[in-house]
Nanobody, 124 residues
Framework: QVQRVESGGGLVQCWGSLRLSCAGS????????MGWFRQATGKEREFVAS????????YYSESVKGRFTHSRANAKNTLYLQMNSLKPEDPAVYSC?????????????????WGQGTQVTVSS
């Protein structure tokens, strides 16, 4: 069974930073494209960032481009999302997802395995 476990969420002041982690268990993340998605209360899930299975391609939504950085540490079987300059519109439950040998799709339907999510809250 493939599991993804997110951590690193919490409360941060506006314009502060957080680093989210997504740890893989059951199978190595090395052959998987990984995506981050978020869902705010009362809103639909939206794409945040993704990275292809070999790390060669990285994609970001326009709303986070330049502020968030996606990276993977295959040796640690962990994926990171560094979030800087957090804004009042960023609070949501952030979830990671994986796609075997994927290219880093920006749509949630492409991903088969999901974590439970971690809450990010931004105070003004």
């Amino acid at each position: 069974q493939v599991q993804r476990v997110e951590s690193g969420g919490g409360l941060v002041q506006c314009w502060g930073s957080l680093r989210l982690s997504c740890a893989g268990s059951g199978r190595s993340l090395a052959n998987y494209a990984m995506g981050w998605f978020r869902q705010a209360t009362g809103k639909e899930r939206e794409f945040v960032a993704s990275i292809s299975w070999n790390g060669g391609r990285t994609y970001y939504s326009e709303s986070v481009k330049g502020r968030f950085t996606h990276s993977r540490a295959n040796a640690k079987n962990t994926l990171y999302l560094q979030m800087n300059s957090l804004k009042p519109e960023d609070p949501a439950v952030y979830s990671c997802a994986s796609q075997f040998l994927g290219g880093g799709a920006t749509t949630s339907a492409a991903y088969a395995d999901w974590g439970q999510g971690t809450q990010v809250t931004v105070s003004s």
